[in-house]
């Protein structure tokens, strides 16, 4: 596997479920990120994870719990979730969350809808 | 605020032919950098070219090139001799030297006609 992969690539809960999307980077990348992309809305940025500390959280609900138990890796668990918040969910990495320069490698997603 | 301004939903070109897409973007920062990325429907967001504000010279990779206009704050992408599998959404970003977040416009959507 090369680059970042997503999985499951498509997801259907209910709002009483709990599931969790995982990411995976295979570029020695220091920082992880996740973004929300909704319909008819810019990219949001959720999470940045460097040196796997998380160092932002954007405002997100509390329903949505990150965890990066490595460098490599990064989770977004759900649970209770509203139907707004059905969305594409993108994971990317860069290998330095501070290099102006450094471009974001993106994984291909995850389509959620919650029911 | 909006910091990036993608002021075309949808586009058109015919096949062959070159594209402009703009992007204008807001910034107090001396220091900044602009990408832009290409979104197939397949969902992955795909790099395509950076632009730093200290760079003299405007960006160039293969068939992309970067019109930047640091006065007018806008960098505006350049796709010459259109593919049909250019057609996809296409997102300018800016990163700050005082916001190190990588902020989004909301897209412009390419079709390519054959």
């Known amino acids: 596997e090369t680059g970042v992969t997503q999985t499951p690539r498509h997801l259907v809960m209910g709002m009483t479920n709990k599931k969790s999307l995982k990411c995976e980077q295979h570029?020695?990348?220091?920082?992880m990120y996740w973004y929300k992309q909704s319909a008819k809305k810019p990219l949001e940025l959720m999470f940045v994870?460097?040196?796997?500390?998380?160092?932002e959280n954007n405002s997100v609900p509390s329903r949505f719990s990150p965890e990066c138990p490595n460098s490599s890796h990064l989770f977004l668990h759900l649970h209770t979730l509203q139907p707004e918040d059905s969305a594409l969910y993108l994971c990317?990495?860069?290998?330095?969350?501070?290099?102006?320069?450094?471009?974001?490698?993106f994984g291909p997603g995850t389509r959620l809808t919650v029911l | 605020a909006q910091k990036i301004t993608q002021t075309q939903p949808g586009m058109f070109v015919q096949e062959k032919e070159a594209v402009t897409l703009d992007c204008t973007y807001d910034?107090?920062?001396?220091?900044?950098?602009l990408f832009w990325y290409k979104q197939p429907s397949s969902g992955e967001m795909i790099f395509l070219i950076y632009?730093?504000?200290?760079?003299?010279q405007n960006a160039t990779e293969g068939r992309y090139s970067l019109n930047f206009q640091k006065a007018r704050k806008s960098a505006n992408l350049v796709i010459s001799a259109s593919q049909l599998g250019d057609s996809a959404m296409y997102f300018c970003?800016?990163?700050?030297?005082?916001?190190?977040?990588?902020?989004f416009g909301a897209g412009t959507r390419l079709t390519v006609k054959p």
């Open positions: 632009q730093g504000s200290y760079d003299e």
């Open positions: 994870y460097s040196l796997e500390e998380r160092v």
């Open positions: 990317a990495s860069s290998q330095d969350r501070l290099l102006i320069d450094n471009e974001q490698f």
């Open positions: 570029l020695g990348h220091n920082a």
């Open positions: 970003a800016m990163r700050e030297w005082n916001n190190n977040d990588m902020r």
């Open positions: 910034t107090s920062d001396q220091s900044y950098g």
